[in-house]
Structures are given as C-alpha cells and as structure tokens.
C-alpha cells in the first residue's frame, strides 16, 4: 500500500460499456478493436482487392454504424494499421467493404490475406458527406482513380434513395482502362432511372472504345442548374483541384462541392497530429471538407 | 484555494513519507557541462538529498511520465490464426515534486488534449490522475519567455505548489489529495507577515523576465507571413533532427508501429514520440510528401505552437520554456524567429 492513492481509470463508467467510436466524447479504449472476419476478397484490379469485412461479436456489429464518407482505421496485427475509407452502403448491416490499393507493408499483408483471416477495425471516424442536405437537389458524384472506393458509399445511398435527388451523374476517370475499380457495377448503375454514367480513360488501350482524355473533359455534356446542384468530389488532389474549378466555372459555390483529403493518420482521433493542418485535423474535422475550406486550408492541394 | 505554511523541515519529512512506498520523481543533478554548469532531469530518487529544488532547467521536460517516448498502447497474442488483443494502462501512483509554472501549465495544456474533448485518452488519464504533482515557484532564466506566453503563473493542473520563503514554503493545497496528505506533518497558519514576504517574492519573480516575445498578433502574423523568406532562412538551418519536439513540455505528435517476437507468439502496437520536423512526418502512401523541405516543416511546427493550437483552445501551445532554443544544434530558437518575423512584417 502506497501513501498515494491510486486510480483506476478502467472503473469509468464508459468504459464498462460496449466500444463504440461513434461516442467521441465518453472514455473508451480508444486502441480496442473490433475483430473481423475477412469473409470475401473481390480482385478488382491488378492493384486493388475489395474486402467483405465481417464485424465478429454480434452486439458490436449491430452497433456498428457509419456515414458515406467516414473512414475505419484497419489493423493487421503483427503489421500495423492503415486508414481506409469505407466502400459499402450504409444500408449493409451484415458488413463492411473497404476497397485497398497495394501500396505498403500493411495493405500487402492484407493482399496475401484469405478469407477467414481475422483483422481488428477501430471506427468509424471522420466527417462525411452530407447527403441529407443534398436531397431535393441534382448531384454530381466525381471520381478519379483511387476516389471511386470512398465516392461507392455516397453512390449506394443516391441509388437507394433515387426518389429524393433530381439529376445525378456519375462521371468516373483514370489513366488507363486496366485500372478501372467495380467494372461490374457500372452496367447496374447505368440502368437506375435518370442516372447518367460516363467513364474516361487518359491512355487508351486497343479494347477501348469508350471517351478518351482527362476527367473535366466529361463535364462538357454535363448541364445543371448550379444553383441546384451538389457535387462530390474523390480522387488526387491535383484531380479536384481541375474538377472543383471547373465546376466553380459553371456557376456551383464552392461550399456545394465535397472532397475527400488523404494523410498519413496514425490514430484517427485528433491526438497524432501526422494530419495536422495548422488547426486542422485531417481525421476528425475531415477527411470530408467542403471546397471553400480546401481553398483555405494551406497545403491541402 | 487553501493555503497553508510548511517548514522546510516539514516539508522533508513530508517526501520522505511518500518516498517510502512511492515512486518520487524530481530534478535530480546527472552531471555538469564543460563550463561547469550543472545538467538535471527529472529522474526518480531514493533520498530527499537527491533532489536539487535549486535547479537551472532540465534538458527535458517531465512529459515522459505522461507520454512516454515509447508506450505499449496494445499487445495482441496471436495463436492458431486468431488472436486476442489486451490493452492495459499505467496505474501505479507515483509524485513529480518541483515542477516549475511553465512545467504545470504545459500539463493543463496536455490535459485539454488527451483528457478532455473529442476520443479523451484513457493512457494518458490514467498517468495523470495517478500523478501527485508539487511545483515550486522559481525566479525566470534569463532566456524563458514563459510570461509572454502567459504560462507564468498557475491557478490549476497541481496538488501543491510551493513558493520558497526563505525558512519556510507558503503553499497552495489544490487538491483533497494533498490536504490528506499534509495532515500527516505539521502545517501553520498563515500570518500577515507570510503574506506581506509571499506578495514580495511573486513580484520579484514576476519583474524578473528578462525575455518576452511579442505574442499578441502572432496568430494573424503568422497566417500572413506563410510564404515569408523569414521561413528559408531558418529553415536552411534546420537539421530536421527533432530534438526540439523531444525536450518540448507539450509536444504531443506520435507515430505507431507493430512489432513481433520472434517466435511470433505475440505482436505490440507500439507508440513513439515523434516530431513534425522529421523528414517523412506528412508523408502518404504511395511516396507523396506534403511537407519535404526543411522550412516548411519548420514554419508548420511554429505554426501549430501559436496559430493552430490556439484556434483550438484560445491559447498558445508554448509555453515559452525556450528548452528548444537551447537543445537546438543549428542555434534556432523562438525568440530569434518571432523578433524575424515581426521585422519582416514591418
């Protein structure tokens, strides 16, 4: 027995219940994971695979919920954990996509992974897009290479909810055809009610017939009223820089366009600082920004 | 707050009686520099004889016992293809005695990150409220900027705060943990005659700052002075090395990384300290570095010290120690930058 007193941070009533991410302001065990199960892995292209992730406790799966645009931060254990945007309708109770690029030591374990194989999920965090507010309105959903895994979840929720936008289009480019993610979804979407698709490429190859060149190119046979109109924006930086300028040409304010940043996150709560814009979290104030806050946030493109 | 005055001799016996079944942590002397002068840090002790409340300045500050350079955050024991992940935090009590204002008030400003607000950190709670912290009163180095910064002078974040009266200390009681704990020594009154010395030695102490920076307009200087050549030369200096994020009582940036036995019988999630100087601080997969000159990460350091923090909290995150300035290799210290950018902006 110490003549100090001791405390025991663990008898905090919040953290006698359930994890939940989604409270941001009780005492959790910010580093608990919820356990998943890797239960399908879809090829999409030669660098990305989609995985099914399956939340393994029953009463944190159906805790578990999100908005289109919030990101999960993915633990391989023995590996590490990376930030990935979640990829799935947030009408899927069953279990999540994320969409993962081969691009380091964790996404490549997550590469040699087979299904069965358990990962730990911390999340959701992040804004997202606020889609609520666009209902009623025409919505332009943009995305250029990699952005077409974060802009899925916003597109799931357009398509399942077609009654409460006017116009939407879905315009999609990357630098060449073999890049292409959800090839096999396209034909679905094209065939809703009013919903315009239109792919590009930038360098063709001989099997592509479809437009070529760069992805603002598609916006020339777009019309919409710009006072009526929200537009998401997923891809590079220096994509929706061309895109969000282009779109602030046709008459859209720049607080009616999202975009999605990317940084180097390395606990998804504000406490790391690696997304630190000066007063700036990536990972709590975004990664889900309006224009207008992009335009200010220095060293964001 | 309640006041009370303790003997010196009290106050002994008062250490001793922790230091017998607590870990104390104070300012301890390691060595001295070629000129001489003594090096202490804040280390844990064994006697009362080997604390020295006269201390100069620690290399480092005391934030290690509450963000350790490195912290296990998870162990995951991995068996068959499953695992199972155990989390355990920190709960042993344990004292920091002679923490000066600057010191307390860079944990009040740890507190309003990781105790509070969005995702508060059980890691770090739990080292805090396991913590009996003692600070003292001490007269400004002639380089601290503490009093620009207005981390001076402490209203909260302590248990006891001493101010050294000579033969005695008048001391603030902040917390019932340390009136419990002061109830088994001998404490007195204070008188008119303690008060009248105490009201001395705080103005000694606070005409005694010998460096201020201009603080005032920095946030909307520093937003308008983004592009400045203020920034290249300084930045030319920097080594990118870190230190000053090391020694920094509030710098709080961290990376995490896996590690594995090697019988692969368990992995650890492993925090480190780390600093927005580092080369590969912003750097995203795929290769992309939004921050890879020297200036840049130098200007964001600055940036998020008095612009960014104090969007967040109306208040700088500096708070003016200036242990950077002395630790940094390339000679860069906040004073000298500040006076640039101010004359740059004339």
Redesign the interface.
């Known amino acids: 027995?110490?003549?100090?007193?001791?405390?025991?941070?663990?008898q905090?009533s919040t953290?006698i219940q359930p994890l939940d991410f989604n409270d941001?302001?009780?005492?959790?065990?910010?580093?608990?994971?919820f356990?998943a199960e890797i239960t399908n892995v879809i090829r999409l292209t030669d660098w990305e695979k989609l995985f099914h992730l399956r939340i393994c406790d029953d009463t944190e799966r159906q805790r578990f919920s999100f908005l289109p645009g919030q990101f999960v931060m993915i633990?391989v254990?023995?590996?590490?954990?990376?930030p990935i945007s979640i990829s799935s309708s947030t009408s899927n109770k069953g279990y999540l996509e994320v969409c993962i690029?081969n691009?380091?030591t964790v996404?490549n374990a997550l590469h040699q992974a087979q299904r069965?194989?358990?990962v730990?999920i911390r999340g959701p965090f992040g804004t997202h897009f606020p889609l609520e507010q666009m209902e009623g309105h025409s919505v332009l959903l943009i995305a250029g290479g990699l952005g077409l895994a974060p802009l899925r979840a916003p597109i799931y929720y357009v398509t399942e909810n077609r009654a409460e936008f006017k116009d939407v289009h879905i315009l999609y480019g990357t630098r060449s055809p073999d890049q292409l993610l959800f090839d096999y979804q396209y034909e679905s979407w094209r065939r809703i009610d009013d919903v315009n698709m239109q792919i590009i490429v930038e360098q063709p190859n001989g099997s592509w017939d479809g437009p070529v060149g760069l992805i603002t190119e598609l916006l020339d046979g777009v019309e919409v009223d710009p006072q009526q109109t929200f537009a998401i924006v997923c891809g590079p930086p220096v994509m929706f820089k061309f895109v969000c300028r282009r779109l602030n040409e046709m008459g859209i304010p720049m607080d009616r366009m999202f975009v999605s940043l990317?940084?180097?996150m390395?606990?998804g709560?504000?406490?790391?600082?690696?997304c630190?814009?000066?007063?700036?979290y990536t990972c709590?104030d975004g990664p889900v920004f309006d224009y207008w806050s992009v335009m200010n946030l220095?060293?964001a493109i | 707050m309640l006041f009370r005055i303790l003997g010196k001799d009290q106050f002994h016996a008062l250490v001793e009686i922790i230091l017998k079944s607590n870990e104390v942590i104070a300012p301890k002397r390691i060595g001295a520099k070629a000129n001489g002068q003594p090096i202490h840090e804040f280390l844990p002790i064994s006697a009362f004889d080997e604390m020295d409340l006269h201390y100069r300045s620690t290399q480092y500050s005391a934030k290690t016992y509450f963000l350790p350079y490195q912290e296990t955050l998870s162990t995951f024991r991995l068996h068959g293809g499953d695992w199972e992940q155990e989390i355990a935090y920190r709960s042993e009590p344990r004292a920091i005695i002679g923490l000066r204002a600057y010191d307390v008030n860079a944990l009040v400003k740890l507190d309003k990150v990781f105790a509070r607000g969005r995702f508060p950190s059980p890691y770090y709670i739990s080292r805090r409220k396991n913590t009996f912290i003692v600070g003292i009163d001490h007269d400004p180095l002639e380089d601290e900027f503490s009093q620009s910064m207005g981390a001076d002078i402490v209203t909260h974040g302590f248990d006891l705060f001493l101010t050294d009266l000579g033969d005695r200390y008048f001391v603030a009681i902040a917390s019932d943990h340390a009136f419990s704990l002061l109830s088994m020594v001998e404490t007195a009154e204070v008188t008119d005659d303690d008060t009248q010395t105490y009201k001395e030695v705080r103005r000694r102490i606070l005409e005694g700052f010998k460096t201020q920076i201009n603080a005032k307009n920095l946030p909307n200087l520093l937003d308008l002075e983004f592009t400045s050549e203020v920034w290249k030369k300084w930045g030319k200096k920097c080594l990118s090395c870190g230190s000053c994020a090391m020694v920094c009582p509030t710098c709080y940036c961290y990376g995490v990384n896996e590690e594995v036995t090697m019988d692969f019988s368990e992995a650890k999630r492993v925090k480190q300290l780390y600093s927005c100087n580092i080369l590969d601080f912003a750097e995203v997969a795929g290769g992309h570095n939004f921050r890879p000159d020297h200036e840049t990460r130098l200007k964001y350091r600055y940036y998020h010290q008095h612009r960014g923090f104090m969007e967040d909290y109306d208040e700088p995150k500096c708070v003016g120690c200036n242990r950077c300035g002395r630790v940094c290799l390339a000679g860069i210290n906040p004073p000298a930058v500040i006076k640039d950018l101010y004359e740059e902006d004339l």
């Open positions: 027995m110490g003549t100090l007193r001791a405390y025991d941070v663990r905090e953290m941001r302001l009780g005492l959790k065990s910010v580093d608990g994971v356990k633990e254990p023995g590996y590490g954990e990376v690029r691009a380091g996404t069965g194989a358990k730990g990317e940084r180097r390395q606990c709560m504000g406490k790391c600082c690696r630190n814009v000066g007063a700036t709590t220095k060293e």
